[in-house]
């Protein structure tokens, strides 16, 4: 069994609707929760980054932390052709001060 | 402020060959890792950095892979000799002690194809 595990697989959605992309994970000592966005040759970028259990949001884009199920959630409202790209869920026991553990993300396409 | 820079964006190479991959960290960045995200799948870290010194390379494969950041601020990471699996994006990220520490940025990495 994998550190992290990341659903869907690749997706397709028609612009405007409500994307949901999740990770589990095993290691309870995970701590520091991260969504990083990859566009077609360039490296990560940071999305939403949050700490223990909640929820978080940034204009259309909610991350969901439940660290009792060790399950996280990114949801995209109004999801737009600009949002097509590759989507990491990343994990730390420490902030971020050590290395991340990613999951192998999800290919998002949003048509317009 | 400029970013995390790498070179070169590709290479490609024979199996058994060796290459060697550079990354400048953004300016007055402590900490420098280096990931290998092979198609398909998400980063993983093959070893960091906190100055000139090694935090973690216990993912690293040692018997072909070297790493080094003499200065405390560039960095080099070898592949001696290449083995057809290790075909991926060498990607470098950094992270400020200070401020927002959480975050890693990260450089457009190199792809390597080896044949």
């Known amino acids: ?19 949901s992309l999740n990770c589990t994970y095993s290691n309870s000592a995970f701590q520091y929760f991260m969504w990083y966005r990859q566009y077609s040759r360039k490296g990560p970028e940071l999305l939403m980054y949050t700490y223990s259990s909640g929820n978080k949001e940034d204009g259309r884009f909610t991350a969901q932390v439940d660290k009792s199920s060790k399950y996280i959630s990114l949801f995209i409202r109004d999801s737009q ?21 990613f999951g192998k993300g999800t290919h998002l396409i949003i048509q317009p | 402020e400029a970013g995390v820079a790498q070179s070169p964006r590709y290479k490609i190479i024979e199996k058994r060959q060796s290459v060697a991959f550079w ?52 960095s080099t990471l070898k592949i001696q000799p290449a083995k057809l699996e290790d075909s991926a994006v060498y990607l470098c990220a950094s992270r400020s002690i200070r401020g927002r520490s959480e975050t890693q940025y990260f450089g457009p990495g190199t792809r390597l194809l080896v044949l």
């Open chain 1, 1 to 19: 069994q994998k550190e992290v595990e990341q659903d869907p697989g690749p997706l397709s959605v028609p612009e405007g609707a409500i994307v």
């Open chain 1, 81 to 101: 052709p600009s949002d097509s790209a590759t989507y990491l869920c990343a994990m730390s026991a420490t902030g971020g001060a050590d290395g991340l553990t």
């Open chain 2, 23 to 74: 990354c400048n960290p953004i300016s007055g960045h402590a900490t420098l890792y280096w990931y290998q995200q092979i198609l398909g799948q998400g980063p993983k870290l093959l070893i960091q950095f906190q100055n000139n010194g090694v935090v973690d390379d216990s993912q690293l494969p040692k018997d072909r892979f070297s790493a080094e950041r003499l200065k405390g601020v560039d």
